[in-house]
């Protein structure tokens, strides 16, 4: 959307100052404009692109690209940790073996949900996603 936005905004700026002011004749702002619009590429590409949707249920986590949904069972994750950058929002599952999305998925959390879950199903949290926990 946001490449989409750009584009279209220098396409109506062209066509609005066109014979009027040599705008675009600049080369400070076609410099600008590769850097937003590349900038823009990266940050979907290596952020935003590994962001999963994940469901889970009293004994299963779904991981979905919105094209392919995979079923893990919480045997084969090895711990789901907070992220550094957005704490309590952003988590990073890692998974025992490499899966196919990889052997760590990151995934954008609801905190009321994600409360919820661990409030209705306290023992697949505590025994299974965080085995070290529920020993002491």
């Keep these: ?3 989409v936005t750009l584009i279209s905004l220098v396409v109506l700026l062209t066509y609005s100052v066109q014979g009027k002011a040599h705008i675009f004749s600049n080369p400070i ?3 600008i ?4 619009f590349g900038s823009t590429v990266l940050f979907i590409k290596f952020i935003l692109w590994r962001i999963f949707r994940i469901d889970m249920d009293e004994r ?3 991981v979905s690209d919105y094209f392919k949904t995979f079923k893990y069972p919480f045997t084969d ?4 940790t907070d992220s ?5 929002r952003i988590y990073k599952i890692t998974l025992k073996s490499k899966g196919t999305f990889g052997k760590e998925i990151s995934f954008l959390a609801s905190r009321k949900l994600w ?3 661990v409030v209705e199903h306290p023992q697949v949290f505590n025994e299974i996603l965080h085995p ?3 020993a002491n």
């Design 84 to 88: 550094k950058v957005l704490p309590g």
């Design 115 to 117: 409360d919820d879950f």
């Design 29 to 31: 702002l076609w410099i």
């Design 33 to 36: 404009l590769i850097f937003i």
């Design 1 to 3: 959307m946001w490449i």
């Design 77 to 80: 994750i090895e711990s789901i």
């Design 60 to 62: 299963n986590l779904y």
């Design 132 to 134: 070290d926990k529920s």
